[in-house]
């Protein structure tokens, strides 16, 4: 296996500015350099409001970084998320980058199934496989299976999460970024995600991840990152 | 104001980049005076969605139509990957083959359905039309290709033979679909496909269109004002306001991390529900 690292973060900073709030501009992180190699759970650590989703959503391409260069181990050779074509950014996030959010945001009115299977079908997976795979992870996470043919914007807050993650661990990306992926979850349950983080990093998949919950931290964190000292100055 | 514009930049790394299938170079379209669209460029690939968003009056119908080849540019050029010339200017070809391709590779579905349907023909009569276009004289096959269509946009066969009046609003828009897809396109244009339309109607409407461009692997230009549909249907977007382009990137990007100060501003005006 391949011992390059899958992430290499380096020079990065982000500034927001609010051009219909006079132009307020917001610094918040800046010179943030970080790899992470096949294996490893990178825990980003640092109080609420320092920049640590934001940090998550540069690497995805969610958010535009103010400098530096984020580059993705995709296909065999490094692709710079800050600088490559949507179309690429799309291909990379479909084959290499997954991201687990707090929050599930689909697409409206698709059942619970269909949404889970999509990742696969479009990496061309068949159906029935895809089904296969599916159910066996919904009934790990132990979601009902009398919800599963329902669309999940009425599930409850840890339902939609189980959802969401499902959605994630279903491909077998080798790099994920877990935003508090444990955020809404009973302890029975993030017992289960953490078995499938520590599957998937024992698979060589490289993490970057945030988890206020210390017992799932220390379940799975390989190293800590502290986001706070590359606090951009105000 | 072209120094502006906030795009990512157009170089890639580790990647190879396929042909285009369409290549809008510096297209500017004025009337008289007054800016339609200014100095635009992009490229489009197979099976892209790309998604023209901004609000009335900043030029996405006038860089629509002149893309579409309905409206003759005042400068700039518009390519297409042909499949009989390849990758050509469609304003240099001669009118009968820049309609002939326009025929055969392309669709383009209006807000309005009386703007793309012919209201004295039947609805499959209206489906049926591009393969007769295209010289399918084979009446049972046109037929059975027609009730195919209605199926997949879901309508009801046994109401092939009425007149596009006799359906609501969100049927004809159906009818319409399929008009427009039925020949096989390789782009498809789609200008406020769903702007007419009740809420709920919408929703499925849009839940067909993603479905079919996914499934038809289909090239889409969608112009929208609406930031859901564009989240909903969009790869990427382009930004525009009084006629110039003042953002384009990653769809997601464009609307969780808007860059220009308009662009912000047309992000945060969109209401919560």
């Known amino acids: 296996m391949s011992t390059l690292p899958l992430i290499v973060v380096e020079d990065l900073a982000k500034t927001f500015v609010l051009h219909n709030a006079d132009s307020a501009s917001i610094p918040v992180f800046e010179r943030l350099s970080l790899e992470v190699s096949p294996g490893e759970c990178v825990v980003l650590a640092g109080e609420s409001g320092v920049g640590k989703s934001t940090l998550m959503r540069s690497i995805y391409g969610n958010y535009l970084p103010t400098q530096g260069s984020v580059r993705v181990l995709h296909d065999g050779a490094y692709v710079d998320i800050t600088q490559a074509l949507p179309h690429q950014v799309l291909d990379v996030r479909r084959r290499t980058l997954g991201y687990v959010s707090q929050f599930l945001r689909v697409i409206p009115r698709i059942s619970t199934l269909q949404l889970i299977m999509e990742p696969l079908l479009e990496n061309g997976v068949s159906t029935e496989e895809a089904q296969d795979r599916a159910e066996t992870l919904l009934s790990a996470l132990r979601l009902p299976r009398a919800h599963w043919e329902l669309p999940p914007a009425t599930f409850s807050g840890g339902e939609q999460q189980r959802v969401n993650i499902a959605r994630s661990f279903i491909r077998n990306y080798p790099v994920m970024l877990l935003d508090e992926p444990t955020a809404s979850l009973d302890a029975e349950n993030r017992a289960i995600v953490v078995t499938l983080i520590q599957q998937a990093l024992a698979r060589g998949a490289a993490m970057i991840g945030i988890f206020h919950d210390h017992d799932v931290r220390d379940a799975v964190a390989t190293r800590l990152f502290g986001v706070s000292e590359f606090k951009a100055a105000a | ?273």
């Open chain 2, 1 to 273: 104001m072209d120094a502006d514009v906030m795009t990512r930049p157009q170089a890639a790394s580790g990647m190879t980049q396929a042909a285009p299938l369409l290549r809008v170079t510096d297209l500017t379209k004025s009337y008289g005076h007054v800016v339609g669209c200014r100095n635009v460029s992009f490229e489009l690939r197979p099976g892209e969605v790309l998604g023209i968003v901004g609000e009335s009056g900043s030029g996405k119908t006038t860089l629509l139509n002149a893309i579409s080849g309905k409206l003759p540019p005042s400068a700039g050029k518009v390519e297409f990957d042909t499949s009989r010339f390849g990758l050509t200017d469609i304003y240099g070809l001669n009118e009968p083959d820049r309609r002939r391709m326009q025929r055969e590779e392309w669709g383009f579905v209006h807000q309005n359905p009386r703007d793309g349907l012919r209201m004295r023909v039947s609805g499959g009569a209206n489906v049926a039309e591009p393969l007769m276009n295209l010289g399918n004289r084979h009446y049972g096959q046109m037929r059975a290709a027609t009730i195919e269509w209605l199926e997949r946009v879901e309508l009801d066969t046994r109401r092939i033979d009425d007149k596009p009046r006799n359906f609501s609003g969100g049927m004809q828009q159906r009818i319409q679909v399929a008009r427009n897809l039925i020949h096989g396109p390789r782009l498809v244009f789609m200008d406020e496909p769903t702007g007419g339309l009740d809420v709920s109607v919408q929703a499925r409407l849009l839940d067909l269109l993603r479905e079919l461009v996914r499934d038809l692997g289909l090239a889409v230009i969608i112009v929208t004002h609406d930031m859901a549909v564009a989240r909903l249907m969009a790869d990427r977007l382009i930004v525009m306001k009084n006629g110039f382009v003042v953002e384009t990137g990653l769809t997601d990007q464009v609307l969780d991390d808007p860059q220009h100060p308009y662009s912000q501003l047309l992000v945060s005006s969109v209401l919560q529900i």
